[in-house]
């Protein structure tokens, strides 16, 4: 039987917290997010939202494609877009594809993000501190509030930013799509 998304995100979710030593109880401390869900996410009852997904970056001070990445495999330098790990938080209207390979060696990733009209993602913190961001939008007007500094983007824009605070994704009546380049 194969394994969908939502378990191998669980299993991997379960893998680190457990490489660390953290309890449910410690993590769901840590980062903000009910014991509880924290569970029902490790048991694949539910498929986290930006928001946690966020959270637990943070606490374990990597990026959102690191916990996303399948188990590290040798590199490859070309993944086909068949290939490439898409996750989606439907009650947010937001789809993220790590379009790099996967590679722990490596420090620049490109992933491709879709935010559904009338949408806003918040972080209440980097994954990160100082993480170097380009975000190039492709489409739409895109919101980005950096600290208490928002900025309209419109297509073909691109922000160039370090990360050490809380941020915010938002939509107004068309989606946005962009890709943001991760150093």
């Given at each position: 039987?194969?394994?969908?998304?939502?378990?191998?995100?669980?299993?991997?979710?379960?893998?680190?917290?457990?490489?660390?030593?953290?309890?449910?109880?410690?993590?769901a401390e840590k980062s903000s997010v009910s014991r509880s869900t924290l569970s029902r996410i490790e048991n694949a009852e539910v498929s986290p939202t930006a928001e946690t997904l966020g959270s637990l970056s943070s606490v374990y001070q990597m990026s959102i494609s690191q916990l996303l990445?399948?188990?590290?495999?040798?590199?490859?330098?070309?993944?086909?877009?068949?290939?490439?790990?898409?996750?989606?938080?439907?009650?947010?209207?937001?789809?993220?594809?790590?379009?790099?390979?996967?590679?722990?060696?490596?420090?620049?990733?490109?992933v491709q993000c879709a935010l559904a009209p009338n949408q806003r993602i918040s972080y209440s913190a980097p994954s990160v501190a100082g993480h170097e961001h380009h975000l190039v939008l492709l489409s739409g007007i895109l919101a980005v509030t950096l600290g208490?500094?928002?900025?309209?983007?419109?297509?073909?824009?691109?922000?160039?930013?370090?990360?050490?605070?809380?941020?915010?994704?938002?939509?107004g009546d068309q989606p946005a799509s962009y890709l943001i380049v991760l150093v």
């Open positions: 039987m194969q394994t969908t998304l939502n378990e191998r995100l669980a299993e991997r979710l379960r893998q680190i917290r457990v490489s660390r030593g953290w309890s449910l109880e410690a993590l990445a399948p188990i590290e495999t040798p590199f490859s330098p070309l993944v086909r877009r068949g290939e490439q790990t898409q996750w989606s938080d439907p009650d947010n209207g937001f789809t993220r594809r790590i379009v790099s390979p996967p590679s722990g060696g490596l420090s620049a990733e490109v208490d500094e928002t900025r309209v983007l419109e297509a073909g824009d691109c922000l160039r930013y370090q990360l050490y605070g809380p941020s915010r994704f938002q939509t």
